[in-house]
């Protein structure tokens, strides 16, 4: 069966570095796009990132581009999340999300359990 | 790109029907047939309810189901279920560099 499994969230200070994970498995990783999605404390969900397939495109949120780097290792069936220069309203649970294709948002067909990244001096 | 706009909550008796809106744009809900719905229970991930607008993932229940009318998005739960009470998100496709817009999420009580 499907399973992705976040890893990597922590306590982190305000304009450090912190880099997540989510470490795929039950289905061909190489063909489908991926995603980020967090959820502050209390909050909505709010889309982060996504990878295609073939890692070819990737695009970003407003509030964490040009910080945020996503990326894939398709020989680990693993997707990445580098995060720096971390601010306080980054704080929030990380989930890794699969598109129901190669990478066009339209949606997600399966989550993780998420990881808490938590940024604070 | 601005969040979709979703009630803060709605309620219900065991038994009756609710149906939450999420209400976008011409640039998303209104402009393709990809809106999805997704319930989380909490401290859970999110589960995909709704595809497509209306198609249902194998293993949800028919009480769930969803339709759109231009720029807003609905999710109709029949036969209401103590289960049921969850947060609900509508999502949509937007074509842009930011492919994904979500709501706010509604809060739905089963009274």
């Known amino acids: 069966q499907v399973q992705l499994v976040e890893s990597g969230g922590g306590v982190v200070q305000p304009g450090r570095s912190l880099r997540l994970s989510c470490a795929a498995s039950?289905?061909?990783?190489?063909?489908?796009?991926m995603h980020w999605v967090r959820q502050a404390p209390g909050k909505g969900l709010e889309w982060v990132a996504v990878i295609w397939y073939d890692g070819s495109n990737k695009y970003y949120a407003d509030s964490v581009k040009g910080r945020f780097t996503i990326s894939r290792d398709n020989s680990k069936n693993a997707l990445y999340l580098q995060m720096n220069s971390l601010r306080d309203e980054d704080t929030a649970v990380y989930y890794c999300a699969r598109d129901n294709v190669g990478g066009a948002g339209y949606f997600f067909d399966y989550w993780g359990q998420g990881t808490l990244v938590t940024v604070s001096s | 790109q601005s969040a979709l706009t979703q009630p803060a909550s709605v309620s219900g008796s065991p038994g009756q029907s609710i149906t939450i809106s999420c209400t976008g744009t011409s640039s998303d809900v209104g402009g393709y047939n990809y809106v999805s719905w997704y319930q989380q229970h909490p401290g859970k991930a999110p589960k995909l309810m709704i595809y497509d607008v209306s198609n249902r993932p194998s293993g949800v229940s028919d009480r769930f189901s969803g339709s759109k009318s231009g720029n807003t998005a609905s999710l109709t739960i029949s036969g209401l279920q103590a289960e049921d009470e969850a947060d609900y998100y509508c999502?949509?496709?937007?074509?842009?560099?930011?492919?994904?817009?979500f709501g706010g999420g509604t809060k739905l009580t089963v009274l």
């Open positions: 039950g289905f061909t990783f190489s063909s489908y796009g």
């Open positions: 999502s949509s496709y937007t074509g842009s560099s930011t492919p994904v817009v």
